[in-house]
C-alpha cells in the first residue's frame, strides 16, 4: 500500500461525507503512515509538530477519527488503558505480543492460531466475524534487564 493509495482513500471518504480536505490533514496522514507502529495522539503530534508548527494537537485528534471512521487505521486499547492508532488498510489481520513491562508491541500471524480460532468458532456454533488475540509477557530485552 502506497502513500497514494491512503491519500485517495482519506479524500473520497471526505468528499462522500460532504467535509473539506486540507494540506494539514494529508501531512498527519503521512506522518501517521511513517510511523509504522502503534502510535499514540500525543506521540504523533510530537513527531508532527518538529516538522508543522501550525497543526494542532485538537487537529490530529479529528484527523485520526477521520483515519479511523475511512478505514484506514484503527484505535488499539491494550491493558495499560493507552489509546493507540494502528494502520489497517492494507494490512493483513494479525494479533499481538506485548510487553507487560515495557509495553513494547510485536505484530504476530500465525496460520495455525487462526485455523484454531475458526476451529473453536465452529466447535461452538459461532459464526466468526472478527477477532482479537492480545499476549501479554515480557520482551528479550526487558527480560535481559532483569537479569543484569
Known amino acids: 500500500m502506497s502513500f497514494e493509495e491512503e491519500k485517495k482513500i482519506l479524500t473520497d471518504y471526505i468528499q462522500r461525507n460532504n467535509l ?4 494539514q490533514k494529508l501531512k498527519i496522514l503521512d506522518s ?10 500525543e506521540e504523533l503530534y510530537g513527531i508532527i509538530k518538529k516538522k508543522h ?15 479511523c471512521d475511512s478505514g484506514i487505521c484503527r484505535i ?3 491493558d495499560d488503558g493507552v489509546t493507540r ?19 513494547k508491541v510485536v505484530e504476530v500471524y500465525d496460520k495455525k492460531i487462526e485455523e484454531l480460532q475458526l476451529k ?5 456454533h459461532f459464526i466468526l466475524k472478527n ?18
Open 20 to 23: 473539506k480536505i486540507s494540506g
Open 32 to 41: 501517521f503512515l511513517s510511523s509504522k507502529k502503534h502510535i499514540t495522539a
Open 53 to 67: 508548527k501550525s497543526i494542532g494537537i485538537a487537529t490530529v485528534y479529528r484527523t485520526l477519527k477521520l483515519l
Open 76 to 78: 488499539l486499547k491494550l
Open 85 to 103: 492508532y494502528e494502520a489497517l488498510y492494507g494490512h493483513e489481520h494479525h494479533d499481538h505480543l506485548i510487553c507487560a513491562n515495557c509495553g
Open 120 to 124: 473453536i468458532a465452529k466447535k461452538h
Open 131 to 148: 477477532h482479537r488475540l492480545d499476549m501479554y509477557g515480557i520482551c528479550s530485552e526487558c527480560k535481559k534487564k532483569r537479569i543484569s
